[in-house]
């Protein structure tokens, strides 16, 4: 298929990768340029959205935040106005899910369908290709990428119509928060009682307690290793789209806004571009003791 891929970052250079392994012609375009590597595998490194509009039956998204979306979608030189009837758009982004619906329905004007499927499993699920993909989109534009979404991660599901991908990237979000802030917590607690935290998580990696996270960001606090996979300020976009449709929704999300503190609390200190796993770093600062020694 003739494909494009717009915001080739640390995500999206493996994503990208991936659809070309697979034997897809790739456009692709992103403000910082195609990175070099993809242009050796056989990416056309495109000078806009438009053009990489222009020359894809399918294109995708993977970009910050919900403005961003919206400006390679609609701005000077985007994607919809290089679109022509019968393209599909797909936004692996994670933004809000209110804008996601009026920018599906601007594509859907243009007799295009728009597909929002943004994914969880950070750096290590893009290059692996392991990507849990939240779907909301219209059934008939989902088999056509479906195929695709199979090159890049192995979770995939169609949760509804537009919007709901979103949502379910917004729940998932939460939860991921509030699991490291629970590891972080135990393992911070078992420190400062005196027990070894490498021997507690690998404990509790045997019982019900055990969860992905324990097992991955239960090791980051433990070896002090927060080079980023997902950083803590992009974890605070997302729950400020969980805590915003929470107001708009009329409902309290009490533990997400204190996990969201925390995050702020590591930003003031120096750590938006921390690992979101260095939330504990907070909790840490709370209790004047760290979960082990600082390499």
């Not at 022509?84 to 809000?96: E, H, N, Q, Y």
């Not at 950083?231 to 805590?243: S, T």
């Amino acid at each position: 298929m003739k494909l494009g891929f717009v915001g080739l970052g640390i995500m999206g250079t493996p994503m990208a990768g991936h659809l070309i392994d697979a034997g897809h012609a790739l456009h692709a375009h992103s403000r910082s340029g195609v990175p070099q590597l993809l242009i050796e595998a056989g990416a056309v490194a495109c000078s806009s959205p438009q053009e990489v509009a222009q020359a894809a039956d399918v294109i995708f998204t993977m970009l910050p935040d919900t403005g961003d979306v919206g400006r390679v979608l609609f701005g000077e030189n985007g994607i919809a106005s290089g679109l022509s009837a019968g393209k599909i758009v797909v936004d692996m982004s994670s933004i809000a899910p209110v804008e996601t619906k009026e920018f599906a329905a601007k594509i859907n004007a243009l007799g295009c369908d728009y597909l929002d499927a943004p994914v969880s499993g950070g750096e290590v699920g893009a290059k692996a290709a392991s990507l849990t993909i939240m779907v909301g989109g219209p059934e008939a534009a989902f088999a056509t990428v479906k195929p695709l979404f199979e090159k890049m991660g192995k979770n995939i599901t169609l949760v509804g119509g537009n919007g709901d991908g979103q949502t379910t990237k917004v729940a998932n979000q939460i939860i991921v928060a509030l699991t490291i802030q629970a590891v972080g917590e135990a393992l911070l607690f078992a420190s400062k009682a005196g027990a070894d935290p490498a021997k507690v998580r690998e404990a509790l990696m045997g019982g019900f307690a055990n969860s992905r996270i324990l097992e991955v960001h239960g090791e980051r606090m433990v070896k002090r290793t927060f080079n980023p996979g997902f950083r803590i300020e992009l974890h605070q976009k997302d729950l400020n789209l969980a805590l915003t449709g929470a107001r708009q929704l009329q409902m309290a999300l009490p533990a997400t806004a204190l996990a969201q503190q925390l995050f702020s609390a590591c930003a003031a200190n120096g750590g938006a571009a921390w690992d979101h796993s260095a939330l504990v770093k907070a909790l840490e600062m709370l209790a004047n003791h760290t979960v082990a020694p600082d390499a």
